[in-house]
T-cell receptor
Framework: DTEVTQTPKHLVMGMTNKKSLKCEQH?????MYWYKQKAKKPPELMFV???????INESVPSRFSPECPNSSLLNLHLHALQPEDSALYLC??????????FGPGTRLTVT | SQQGEEDPQALSIQEGENATMNCSYK?????LQWYRQNSGRGLVHLIL?????REKHSGRLRVTLDTSKKSSSLLITASRAADTASYFC??????????FGQGTRLTINP
């Protein structure tokens, strides 16, 4: 199984809502990533988890809160987002840090 | 800051033609990767070339790497409509951070 799954596919939320994005992989990869991608731009790294511990936080605002409950799951908790946070959120996993496997993404719209 | 810069930003060719896109980077690397992204979807890893390699092939893909010029190129031969996508080069910064170039949007016209 070389698939990374993400739910939901689409999410619309108000600025006062709390929601969560979920990511799952069963490839035994110990590194998992969250990226944010705006239209016509490359993905930008947000967080890296290595062996279920947060190893990189790219100065992401605290309204984004990552969580890695186990080696297969990665969550991104969202609270009090701004309209400029609307983007495609991509999850990825990797064995070595090089070849990364990406999920299909969650298209987030903040109203 | 972005490590890679790609050109062209957009490329439109006829089906069956070859497509070439280029990537330049700023710092020394251990390897360089290319990814494809279909519209609004996740990225797919295409190929990785190590710093001691000059050329690598995978099916209709050919990647070159010139570390003296800090540049790489991706050639797609005999293009197909299904090759329509954005293509990104990527390099590693540190142990875990992957940094992507700005990307080339490729359109294959039937």
């Amino acid at each position: 199984d070389t698939e990374v799954t993400q739910t939901p596919k689409h999410l619309v939320m108000g600025m006062t809502n709390k929601k969560s994005l979920k990511c799952e992989q069963h490839m035994g990869h110990r590194a998992m990533y969250w990226y944010k991608q705006k239209a016509k731009k490359p993905p930008e790294l947000m967080f890296v988890y290595s062996y279920e511990k947060l190893s990189i936080n790219e100065s992401v605002p605290s309204r984004f809160s990552p969580e890695c409950p186990n080696s297969s799951l990665l969550n991104l908790h969202l609270h009090a987002l701004q309209p400029e946070d609307s983007a495609l959120y991509l999850c990825a996993s990797s064995r070595t840090g090089d070849e990364q496997y990406f999920g299909p993404g969650t298209r987030l719209t903040v109203t | 800051s972005q490590q890679g810069e790609e050109d062209p930003q957009a490329l439109s060719i006829q089906e069956g033609e070859n497509a070439t896109m280029n990537c330049s980077y700023k710092t020394s690397i251990n390897n360089l990767q290319w990814y494809r992204q279909n519209s609004g979807r996740g990225l797919v890893h295409l190929i990785l070339i190590r710093s001691n390699e000059r050329e690598k092939h995978s099916g209709r893909l050919r990647v070159t790497l010139d570390t003296s010029k800090k540049s790489s190129s991706l050639l797609i031969t005999a293009s197909r409509a299904a090759d329509t996508a954005s293509y990104f080069c990527a390099t590693r910064q540190g142990a875990q951070k992957l940094v992507f170039g700005q990307g080339t949007r490729l359109t294959i016209n039937p």
